[in-house]
């Protein structure tokens, strides 16, 4: 009997060995054809430059082409939500930024996406912080100076940004709610607007990304008052974090790889290693800086914690601020 046991485990191990070479081939036989990365903003914006410089690396490494193809519209919410409803083979994959993969889940009802529950997180890629800039005739020179002098203000001092929902509108929001300050919020149709309306002295300041503030502060056509980043801006070092004044807020727009639910894994533990070796290596640092953005890294897990606390953090002021976006 013992035998027979024994020749039947045998029998099986013979059986099953064979197999994993196969199952070995399988799993790296990915990608055996053309990628599709999903950018959710149009074509020339910073999100798709983004997705064209990790398309390009992947192309390079994985020698299969990447392909980036742009779903613009709500947000990021239409790219983010084909990618969503795509096969989870590996062969669609997005592009995406903190609005559809956090702060939209607030913003919008309905989402046509549930970012936790319809995603698979891959890669953390980079972050462009916000500035917080003035017209030059306001009397202040950091951000500090400027809550308190709106809160000695008649009126509420006005700061544009580039959109209702925007991080630059919800960042001044999260200080008006977090530090009293007397501030109101004037929504513009882009950066190029919100930025002109403080050149001009339509509002006192402007909230956006630092990429569109920077030539204007170094013309001294606008003061940069904060980045709202954790650690300084490379473009301007000599200008200070909110956190270094004692205010504490950090708001970035993040740019991360994502792909459907359901990917597998060993396409995921592949792909997420060559993001962080392109961000961790002086040549991805230095073509995302020219975008004027720093690079990130990170597991798949961390990602799907940023998305969560990001959300999270936002819903809040969201709920707070009355905010909505039809």
Do not use: C
């Not at 059986?15 to 074509?43: E, H, M």
């Not at 990021?76 to 989870?88: E, L, Q, R, T, Y």
């Not at 559809?100 to 698979?120: G, I």
């Amino acid at each position: 009997m013992k035998m027979a046991a024994i020749s039947r485990a045998l029998a099986l191990t013979a059986g099953i060995l064979p197999l994993l070479p196969g199952v070995a081939q399988a799993q790296s036989d990915w990608p055996s054809k053309p990628v599709r990365i999903i950018a959710s903003f149009a074509p020339g914006g910073s999100s798709d430059l983004v997705a064209r410089q990790v398309a390009q690396h992947l192309t390079n490494r994985y020698g299969q082409q990447f392909i980036v193809e742009n779903r613009a519209g709500a947000g990021g919410n239409i790219g983010v939500d084909f990618v969503a409803k795509s096969a989870p083979d590996g062969y669609t994959l997005g592009l995406a930024t903190s609005g559809p993969l956090a702060n939209n889940k607030s913003l919008y009802n309905p989402m046509p996406f549930d970012p936790e529950k319809d995603l698979t997180p891959i890669a953390l890629v980079g972050e462009i912080p916000l500035m917080i800039a003035v017209n030059p005739s306001v009397k202040a020179n950091t951000l500090a100076e400027f809550i308190a002098l709106s809160k000695s203000s008649p009126q509420p001092l006005s700061i544009g940004n580039p959109g209702n929902g925007t991080i630059g509108h919800l960042a001044v929001e999260y200080l008006r709610i977090n530090n009293g300050a007397q501030f109101q919020s004037i929504p513009y149709k882009g950066d190029a607007p919100a930025m002109a309306g403080a050149l001009s002295g339509s509002v006192a300041g402007v909230s956006a990304p630092v990429t569109s503030l920077t030539p204007q502060v170094q013309a001294g056509k606008l003061r940069a008052l904060a980045v709202t980043a954790a650690n300084r801006f490379s473009g301007l070092p000599e200008l200070a974090t909110a956190n270094e004044q004692g205010v504490p807020l950090e708001a970035t727009v993040w740019s991360a790889l994502i792909g459907p639910a359901g990917l597998p894994g060993h396409v995921v533990k592949s792909l997420n290693e060559e993001i962080n070796k392109y961000t961790n290596s002086s040549e991805g640092k230095a073509k995302l800086a020219s975008l004027g953005m720093s690079a990130l890294s990170g597991t798949p897990a961390q990602l799907q914690q940023k998305m969560a606390s990001e959300a999270a953090k936002w819903k809040r002021i969201v709920e707070a601020a009355k905010i909505s976006v039809e």
